[in-house]
């Protein structure tokens, strides 16, 4: 069994096809739990194990598409598998992972990774945190992951710096869907 921040074999990994992506944000966003980011930098690659998701479907009050396309958020309307970066609360970065078909705005904003592979440069990044902490929450995600407005757009399922894959090992028992409460509708949503 791998540790935390053991680097799993390039043949292990293969980049993930557009048409093994669920074409229902919801879906996608149960999918991805297992997956693996993969950033390849100048400095070496930087990867890690999804390991929570949150769901944002067409008609979501609370997801950027929900008051229709812009120059903001145009990227999230490109189709399915393509990366969806944005900068909130003035200090960081956020990455979705798009989830419809193209002209359709949904996402899967990816929310917690197991750090894989360049844990030592994560590490950095993140001023020496914690490898429990190091990718624990979307903001310490895209730092450790060097994620910005650079890779907003990328084809996550294309060959670029940016991707998602799959490996040989399969995601453990310990993955659980919860609820994401709608503050405008003061109700729980269950993405079960």
């Not at 993140?126 to 190091?134: E, I, K, M, Q």
């Not at 996550?156 to 799959?166: I, M, Q, R, V, Y």
Request: hydrophobic share 40%; aromatic share 8%; proline share 3%.
């Amino acid at each position: 069994m791998k540790r935390v921040g053991e680097t799993i074999s390039l043949a292990r990994l293969r980049r993930l096809r557009r048409a093994e992506l669920p074409s229902d944000t919801v879906r996608l966003a149960r999918y991805l739990i297992g997956k693996v980011a993969v950033h390849d930098t100048d400095d070496g690659r930087l990867s890690g194990r999804i390991v929570e998701t949150e769901a944002y479907p067409v008609g979501d009050s609370a997801g950027h598409a929900f008051r229709g396309e812009t120059r903001r958020n145009a990227s999230l309307f490109l189709g399915r598998g393509h990366a969806y970066v944005y900068f909130t609360y003035g200090s960081s970065f956020m990455l979705n992972v798009t989830s419809e078909a193209v002209g359709v705005g949904g996402g899967v904003l990816l929310r917690a990774l197991e750090p894989i592979e360049g844990v030592d440069r994560m590490q950095r990044f993140r001023d020496g945190a914690s490898l429990l902490d190091l990718a624990r929450g979307p903001g310490r995600l895209t730092r450790a992951m060097q994620i910005d407005f650079r890779q907003d757009g990328l084809d996550l399922c294309a060959a670029g710096p940016l991707w998602l894959a799959t490996s040989r090992r399969k995601a453990g028992h310990w993955q659980k869907c919860t609820h994401r409460f709608d503050a405008e509708r003061g109700s729980q949503m269950a993405l079960l």
